[in-house]
C-alpha cells in the first residue's frame, strides 16, 4: 500500500462520476482534491444527438416495425442482440430465438434514426460478433432448407433438382422440407411431379417459396443454399431485406468472390455442415432510405438541399418523407440514367457537406462490393472485415476527385441539387431503378442486418486473397528473370 499523497492516480470522468486509474506500480489512491482539478475528464457531445427531424420519420408505423421485430429474429441476430457466445460450439434452433418484448422497437429502429453514439455501437457489436463467430462453430437444428438457383437457366434447373431429390430421399437422417420457387412448381426440367411420384411423403416436403414470403416470414427458412454466381448471393441478399438464415452458396457462376463451395461435392458438404456445424461470417450491409422532398413546403422560397440538410430547421417544417427502404449487399448507384447530361449530386456525411460532384454518377459500396462497380470505377479492393464506406466517382468532370474510404459510424447522404438541369438515378444492388428527382435523396448507413454467410474451413483472410487472385487474376504477370552472371569459362 502505498504513502497517502505519493500515488500518481489520475481519474477518468465520465458521466460526472471519477473512477480512480491505478498507476504503472499499481498504486491507487483517491485522497486529494488537488489530484480532481488535474484530471482526465471525458464528455460526449450533445450535438452528436442531433438528428433532423426528416430524418426520424420512419418508415413504417411503430405498430408494424414492433411486431416485425417480434417475428423476425434468426439465431446469429438474438446473439447480435445479447453479444454473448459461450464456449467453442454452440447449438441453435432458428425459430426459437426472440427478442424480448421490451427490445422490440429497438430492434427494428432503421439505422438512418440512430445517433452517431448509438451508430457506433451498433457497428461495433455487429464487428465484435462477427470475429466470435469466425472462431466457433454454429451447430444449427436444420429441418427446412430454401433452394436459390436461377429459375431461367435449364442446367442450373436440373442442378437443384438433384439436390432436392438428394435431400428429400429416405437416406437421410432427417427428414427435410425443401422450398424451391415457385415457378419451378410446372417447370418440366424440374419435375417436380416425378419427385413425388418417387416417395408420396415428398408431397408434403416439397414446397414453394415467394419473394413474399422470405420478406413476411423469413424464419420459416433454416438454411439457404444457393446455386450459381455471385449474383446469385446477391439476390439471396435481396429476397432477405432484414434477418437472413445462413447461407452456403455453391460455385455454379462466372465469378467466385461470395461463392465458395464446390457442387460435385455436395452430399460430403452438406452432410458435414449439417452433422458437425459450421462458421458463420458476418458481412456488413448497407441500409439505404429514399427520401422525397415534401415540394409544397415551402411555396415561393428558392431552395437549396446542403442548407436543407445542414442548416437548422424551423419548428413547423418537414423537408423530406422516406419512399423506400433497402438493404443492400454490394453498393447504391446513383447515376445520370437514361439523361444524356452528365449528374449533379450532392454528397454529405454527418452533418456535414462533403462536395459536389459533376460526375456521370457515384458508387457507395460495401466493403464486400468493392470487387464489383467500384473496382471498375477506380474504387481501392478492401478486405471484407474493414468497417468502413467507400465513394467512387464515375467518371467525374474533375481529375482532382479521388475515391474516399470513410468509416461505417456516418450516414452518408447522396442527394440531386434543386437546380440540378437533370433528374439522376438511383439502383441498389443492381435492382430497383429508381428516379430521384432535384430535392430527393437517399440515406446510406450501416445496417443492423449483416448478411450471413457459411464459411469453409481454413483461414478466412487467406481464403481472400485467394479469391481476388483466383477471379481477377490480381497482381498476375510473368515472373521477372533473374540477372544470368558472366562466366571465364
Same mark, same amino acid.
Given at each position: 500500500?502505498?504513502?497517502?499523497?505519493?500515488?500518481?492516480?489520475?481519474? &477518468?470522468?465520465?458521466?460526472?462520476?471519477?473512477? !480512480?486509474?491505478?498507476?504503472?506500480?499499481?498504486?491507487?489512491?483517491? $485522497?486529494?482534491?488537488?489530484?480532481?482539478?488535474?484530471?482526465?475528464?471525458?464528455?460526449?457531445?450533445?450535438?452528436?444527438?442531433?438528428?433532423?427531424?426528416?430524418?426520424?420519420?420512419?418508415?413504417?408505423?411503430?405498430?408494424?416495425?414492433?411486431?416485425?421485430?417480434? @417475428?423476425?429474429?434468426?439465431?446469429?441476430?438474438?446473439?447480435?442482440?445479447?453479444?454473448?457466445?459461450?464456449?467453442?460450439?454452440?447449438?441453435?434452433?432458428?425459430?426459437?430465438?426472440?427478442?424480448?418484448?421490451?427490445?422490440?422497437?429497438?430492434?427494428?429502429?432503421?439505422?438512418?434514426?440512430?445517433?452517431?453514439?448509438?451508430?457506433?455501437?451498433?457497428?461495433?457489436?455487429?464487428?465484435?460478433?462477427?470475429?466470435?463467430?469466425? $472462431?466457433?462453430?454454429?451447430?444449427?437444428?436444420?429441418?427446412?432448407?430454401?433452394?436459390?438457383?436461377?429459375?431461367?437457366?435449364?442446367? &442450373?434447373?436440373?442442378?437443384?433438382?438433384?439436390?432436392?431429390?438428394?435431400?428429400?430421399?429416405?437416406?437421410?437422417? /432427417?427428414?427435410?422440407?425443401?422450398?424451391?420457387?415457385?415457378?419451378?412448381?410446372?417447370?418440366?426440367?424440374?419435375?417436380?411431379?416425378? &419427385?413425388?411420384?418417387?416417395? !408420396?411423403?415428398?408431397?408434403?416436403?416439397?414446397?414453394?417459396?415467394?419473394?413474399?414470403?422470405?420478406?413476411?416470414?423469413?424464419?420459416?427458412?433454416?438454411?439457404?443454399?444457393?446455386?450459381?454466381?455471385?449474383?446469385?448471393?446477391?439476390? #439471396?441478399?435481396?429476397?432477405?431485406?432484414?434477418?437472413?438464415?445462413?447461407?452456403?452458396?455453391?460455385?455454379?457462376?462466372?465469378?467466385?468472390?461470395? @461463392?465458395?463451395?464446390?457442387?460435385?461435392?455436395?452430399?460430403?458438404?452438406?452432410?458435414?455442415?449439417?452433422?458437425?456445424?459450421?462458421?458463420?461470417?458476418?458481412?456488413?450491409?448497407?441500409?439505404?432510405?429514399?427520401?422525397?422532398?415534401?415540394?409544397? #413546403?415551402?411555396?415561393?422560397?428558392?431552395?437549396?438541399?446542403?442548407?436543407?440538410?445542414?442548416?437548422?430547421?424551423?419548428?413547423?417544417?418537414?423537408?423530406?418523407? !422516406?419512399?423506400?427502404?433497402?438493404?443492400?449487399?454490394?453498393?447504391?448507384?446513383?447515376?445520370?440514367?437514361?439523361?444524356?447530361?452528365?449528374?449533379?449530386?450532392?454528397?454529405?456525411?454527418?452533418?456535414?457537406?462533403? /462536395? @459536389?460532384?459533376?460526375?456521370?454518377?457515384?458508387?457507395?459500396?460495401?466493403?464486400?462490393?468493392?470487387?464489383?462497380?467500384?473496382?471498375?470505377?477506380?474504387?481501392?479492393?478492401?478486405?471484407?472485415?474493414?468497417?468502413?464506406?467507400?465513394?467512387?466517382?464515375?467518371?467525374?468532370?474533375?481529375?482532382?476527385?479521388?475515391?474516399?474510404? &470513410?468509416?461505417?459510424?456516418?450516414?452518408?447522404?447522396?442527394?440531386?441539387?434543386?437546380?440540378?438541369?437533370?433528374?439522376?438515378?438511383? $439502383?441498389?444492388?443492381?435492382?430497383?431503378?429508381?428516379?430521384?428527382?432535384?430535392?430527393?435523396?437517399?440515406?446510406? $448507413?450501416?445496417?443492423?442486418? !449483416?448478411?450471413?454467410?457459411?464459411?469453409?474451413?481454413?483461414?478466412?483472410?487467406?481464403?481472400?486473397?485467394?479469391?481476388?487472385?483466383?477471379?481477377?487474376?490480381?497482381?498476375?504477370?510473368?515472373?521477372?528473370?533473374?540477372?544470368?552472371?558472366?562466366?571465364?569459362?
Amino acid at each position: 500500500m502505498s504513502e497517502p499523497g505519493s500515488s500518481h492516480t489520475r481519474f &477518468l470522468n465520465v458521466n460526472n462520476r471519477a473512477t !480512480p486509474i491505478e498507476d504503472d506500480c499499481g498504486a491507487s489512491n483517491a $485522497s486529494g482534491e488537488s489530484e480532481l482539478h488535474t484530471s482526465l475528464e471525458v464528455t460526449f457531445d450533445d450535438a452528436g444527438e442531433h438528428r433532423r427531424k426528416s430524418s426520424i420519420i420512419a418508415l413504417d408505423p411503430l405498430d408494424v416495425l414492433k411486431r416485425d421485430a417480434s @417475428t423476425a429474429s434468426c439465431f446469429v441476430h438474438s446473439l447480435l442482440e445479447n453479444k454473448t457466445i459461450v464456449g467453442e460450439s454452440t447449438t441453435t434452433e432458428n425459430n426459437e430465438a426472440e427478442p424480448s418484448a421490451g427490445n422490440a422497437h429497438d430492434h427494428a429502429t432503421h439505422s438512418r434514426l440512430l445517433t452517431k453514439k448509438q451508430l457506433s455501437e451498433m457497428a461495433w457489436g455487429v464487428r465484435e460478433l462477427s470475429k466470435r463467430l469466425g $472462431s466457433i462453430r454454429m451447430k444449427i437444428r436444420v429441418r427446412r432448407v430454401f433452394l436459390l438457383t436461377k429459375a431461367h437457366d435449364e442446367e &442450373l434447373i436440373g442442378y437443384t433438382r438433384k439436390l432436392a431429390a438428394w435431400l428429400l430421399s429416405n437416406e437421410r437422417a /432427417t427428414q427435410y422440407i425443401v422450398y424451391v420457387e415457385n415457378t419451378l412448381e410446372h417447370n418440366s426440367k424440374f419435375d417436380a411431379e416425378g &419427385l413425388i411420384g418417387h416417395d !408420396p411423403s415428398n408431397k408434403t416436403r416439397l414446397r414453394y417459396w415467394t419473394a413474399e414470403l422470405c420478406r413476411r416470414h423469413p424464419t420459416t427458412f433454416d438454411f439457404v443454399v444457393t446455386l450459381g454466381g455471385d449474383g446469385t448471393v446477391l439476390y #439471396a441478399s435481396w429476397l432477405f431485406q432484414r434477418v437472413v438464415p445462413p447461407i452456403l452458396s455453391f460455385a455454379l457462376g462466372s465469378l467466385g468472390f461470395l @461463392t465458395k463451395f464446390d457442387y460435385d461435392q455436395y452430399p460430403e458438404i452438406l452432410e458435414q455442415a449439417f452433422r458437425d456445424g459450421v462458421t458463420i461470417g458476418l458481412r456488413l450491409r448497407f441500409e439505404c432510405t429514399i427520401m422525397r422532398s415534401s415540394r409544397g #413546403a415551402v411555396e415561393g422560397k428558392r431552395r437549396d438541399l446542403v442548407e436543407q440538410l445542414i442548416a437548422e430547421e424551423h419548428a413547423e417544417e418537414t423537408t423530406h418523407r !422516406p419512399d423506400g427502404h433497402y438493404q443492400i449487399l454490394n453498393d447504391v448507384v446513383v447515376d445520370r440514367g437514361p439523361n444524356p447530361t452528365m449528374s449533379s449530386i450532392e454528397l454529405f456525411g454527418g452533418d456535414e457537406h462533403f /462536395t @459536389t460532384v459533376q460526375a456521370d454518377g457515384i458508387c457507395v459500396a460495401t466493403p464486400t462490393g468493392s470487387t464489383a462497380y467500384n473496382l471498375a470505377a477506380g474504387g481501392s479492393l478492401c478486405h471484407p472485415e474493414n468497417p468502413v464506406i467507400l465513394v467512387s466517382a464515375i467518371c467525374a468532370h474533375t481529375l482532382s476527385f479521388r475515391p474516399i474510404i &470513410l468509416p461505417d459510424t456516418i450516414v452518408l447522404r447522396v442527394g440531386v441539387p434543386y437546380d440540378a438541369r437533370t433528374s439522376s438515378w438511383a $439502383s441498389f444492388d443492381g435492382r430497383e431503378r429508381v428516379e430521384l428527382q432535384p430535392g430527393d435523396y437517399v440515406t446510406i $448507413s450501416a445496417s443492423r442486418y !449483416p448478411f450471413a454467410n457459411v464459411q469453409p474451413p481454413g483461414r478466412r483472410s487467406e481464403e481472400w486473397v485467394n479469391s481476388i487472385s483466383r477471379t481477377l487474376q490480381w497482381n498476375s504477370r510473368q515472373r521477372q528473370k533473374s540477372f544470368k552472371e558472366w562466366s571465364d569459362n
